[in-house]
């Protein structure tokens, strides 16, 4: 899958981007935001195995690398999950660095329009920690609409956390 403009392009994520994803996955900005066990060589290897696992037949599983089209550089993912009943999850993570949310939005908003385009999904899902405000606003400013608050039913850095579900559907023709 390939999608791009003038300012990003969203490409199969492939072995060679690996690299920059573990860079990304060690910064401190990072690290505040994601479980501690996540940015052990265990799981980036669990994406890789995801990565593979997108070739069957017919694929479920999109892991797509976020690249700026100015600089060419590795600025973060966007995952989208194709389920049953013409439903989908989408999820990203993202470097910290100025205008990369700007850049995910846009990517983000296109990705579910081109999952209600091409390949018959109704409705799109993205689940965020509620104190993740990037991920909230990348949600909200792509279109999607907050659909639930789980009260503190995920434990984070030593706190409980409100869990946020965003929902996009696909427009009447």
Known sequence: MRIENKRFILRDFTIDDMSAYCDMKESN???????DNDYTLEKAS??????????????????????????????????????DNDEAVIEH???????????????????????????????IYSSVIEGNRIAQRVCTDSGMSLALKIIDNT?????????????????AA
């Open 93 to 123: 993570i993202l470097r910290t660095e100025t205008g990369v949310a700007e850049i995910a939005t846009e990517a983000f908003a296109q990705l579910t329009n081109y999952a209600f385009r091409k390949m018959g999904v109704k409705c």
């Open 29 to 35: 900005h990072y690290r505040r935001r994601y479980d």
């Open 155 to 171: 434990f984070f850095k030593e706190k409980w956390w409100n869990t946020l579900v965003y929902q996009k559907y696909k427009m």
């Open 46 to 83: 669990l994406l890789a195995e995801s990565y593979n696992a997108s070739f069957e037949e017919p694929m479920k599983k999109f892991v797509l690398a976020l690249i700026n089209a100015k600089t060419h550089r590795f600025i973060g993912i966007c995952e989208l999950t194709i389920e």
